[in-house]
């Protein structure tokens, strides 16, 4: 596998990626100390994912996530940051992030953390307790008939939130094809037809779109 972390601190960039290799013996580990170097290096070999500490150099706040993110918009990236309250998650997410690791994590919480992600998961640190609604709403958790009609809202059909209720529970597109014996193009085309009713680009995306909406991935 190959990873690219991105951190401004050598003990911690070099930590990470010498930790990492201990427990994957083979893996290639690029290493960035500043966005503009991460560009660089995405651009020049292809990382299968990042790891993103938010306080680069020469960027502020959430600016290096954006970016990446914009540039590179299927690239799986992942929050790896010291911090893990509430806010600072959901607005990573909001940005685009398809996970987040804190720093005290080891070496095996780390691999699984990244097998969630490129399963097609959304990885959140246990502290934040799964999705929740947006800071900046006060939505509440909704009872079932008011999910329905939500998603009757938008169009989706019955076999499209059975879909939609596998995808965010972090299922990829072969367990879904498998789970209801659909050929997994169909599956393809079901995601693009949810992704489009929910006008967002991704499966983080469906997630927090649910949790504006008030409806945890459970209540599906």
Do not use: Y
């Not at 083979?26 to 660089?40: F, H, N, P, V, Y």
């Not at 990236?77 to 309250?85: A, M």
């Amino acid at each position: 596998m190959h990873i690219l972390i991105v951190d401004d601190h050598p003990l911690i960039r070099d930590g990470i990626a010498t930790m990492l290799a201990r427990a994957r013996p083979g893996s290639k580990l690029t290493r960035a100390a500043d966005l503009q170097t991460a560009i660089e290096a995405i651009e020049s070999s292809p990382p299968e994912i990042v790891l993103l500490d938010l306080g680069l150099p020469d960027v502020a706040g959430f600016d290096a996530l954006i970016r990446i993110r914009h540039r590179f918009p299927h690239l799986p990236l992942v929050v790896l940051s010291g911090r893990e309250d509430r806010d600072t998650v959901l607005e990573s997410l909001r940005h685009g992030a398809t996970g987040f690791i804190p720093k005290n994590m080891n070496s095996e919480q780390i691999w699984s953390a990244l097998a969630i992600v490129l399963s097609g998961g959304v990885f959140l640190p246990a502290s934040v307790g799964g999705i929740v609604p947006l800071p900046e709403t006060d939505a509440k958790l909704v009872e079932p008939p008011a999910i329905g009609e939500i998603l009757d809202r938008i169009g989706l059909t019955d076999r499209q939130r059975a879909v939609l209720a596998c995808l965010v529970r972090g299922m990829h597109n072969k367990e879904i094809a498998l789970e209801f014996g659909l050929a997994e193009p169909t599956v393809k085309a079901h995601v693009s037809a949810i992704f489009r009713a929910m006008n967002v680009g991704s499966r983080t995306q469906a997630v927090l779109w649910l949790s504006r909406q008030g409806i945890r991935p459970e209540d599906l």
